[in-house]
């Protein structure tokens, strides 16, 4: 993918409008199992990225799966590269995924991953991210992106 090239538009209107959508790129892939995200920056370096929870992203238990959870920490940090201006490295490499539980999620409430890009070298991302539903934590992460070269 080329840096021109547009993997997000903005929503109109409704709940999400002003945040960032994707742009029919993920059709036909796993990640349509999570549903529709939205992100949007917040500074050079962070990014929020949601989710809108459903009865699909439960466990027998009725709160959110971890395995659900582990897939969006993963998506999101690619959301978050393109809310800040990395739309060429949609396409990269997740070389590791840490994932720490923090408390159970519910069905119901949005669930808001805080994405920040710690360092940026010349082959790797190293990022973290906090979830949260309703301002409770409910699991962190970390990742190191392995980035692709940008066709110029």
């Known amino acids: 993918m080329s840096e021109s090239q547009e993997v997000a538009r903005p929503v109109a209107d409704g709940k999400w409008a002003g945040w960032l ?7 036909g892939t796993f990640i349509n199992v999570l549903g529709p995200s939205y992100f949007r920056p917040e ?6 990225v949601a989710l809108e929870t459903a009865p699909h992203h439960r466990n027998p238990v ?3 799966h971890g395995g659900m959870l582990a ?4 998506h999101a940090y690619f959301a978050a590269l ?4 990395k739309p060429g490295q949609v396409d990269g490499v997740t070389v590791d995924l840490t ?3 923090l408390g159970g999620g519910q069905i119901g ?3 808001m991953a805080e994405v920040d890009l710690l360092q940026e070298t010349g082959r790797m991302l190293f990022m973290r991210m906090l979830m949260t539903q309703e301002g409770r934590a409910v699991a962190a992460s970390t990742a190191t992106i392995r980035k692709v070269a940008i066709a110029r």
């Open 21 to 27: 959508t994707w742009v029919g790129r993920l059709d």
């Open 43 to 48: 500074t050079p370096s962070r990014a929020t």
């Open 62 to 64: 009725d709160s959110l």
């Open 71 to 74: 897939a969006f920490a993963d």
């Open 82 to 85: 393109v809310a800040i201006g």
């Open 99 to 101: 994932m720490q539980y």
């Open 109 to 111: 409430p949005d669930l």
